[in-house]
């Protein structure tokens, strides 16, 4: 299982962007769904996960600004970011508890990097 993670880049404060991350291979069910960040100096933290029922978590410090959702018929989770300040700025990294060929792990993708800085 791969997972292909785009969309981000540099904005300014209060700007917003929207991430995506498609799930490819063998793949026989991706249960959950979700986004890691990593700012600089810092440990990663998850920012939002979205379970295949539909059920949402996100971090306190997201509330109200990132919006996750998916596509299960396209195996695709999103995360779109809007109100974005300063501390939003990481690296961020989707991942998926998927099962392929008999095995059930968590997969992750690359990263993607935003910026919000004016």
């Known amino acids: 299982v791969q997972l292909q993670a785009s969309g981000g880049g540099l904005v300014q404060p209060g700007g917003s962007l929207r991430l995506s991350c498609a799930a490819s291979?063998?793949?026989?069910?991706?249960?959950?769904m979700g986004w890691y960040r990593q700012a600089p100096g810092k440990q990663r933290e998850l920012a939002a996960s979205?379970?295949?029922?539909?059920?949402?978590t996100y971090a306190d410090s997201v509330k109200g600004r990132l919006t996750i959702s998916r596509e299960n018929a396209k195996n695709t989770v999103y995360l779109q970011m809007n109100s974005l300040q300063g501390e939003d700025t990481a690296v961020y990294y989707c991942?998926?508890?998927?099962?392929?060929?008999?095995?059930?792990?968590?997969?992750w993708g690359q990263g993607t990097l935003v910026t919000v800085s004016s």
């Open positions: 991942n998926a508890d998927a099962s392929s060929r008999g095995y059930r792990r968590w997969y």
């Open positions: 291979g063998t793949i026989f069910r991706i249960y959950s």
């Open positions: 979205i379970t295949s029922d539909g059920i949402i």
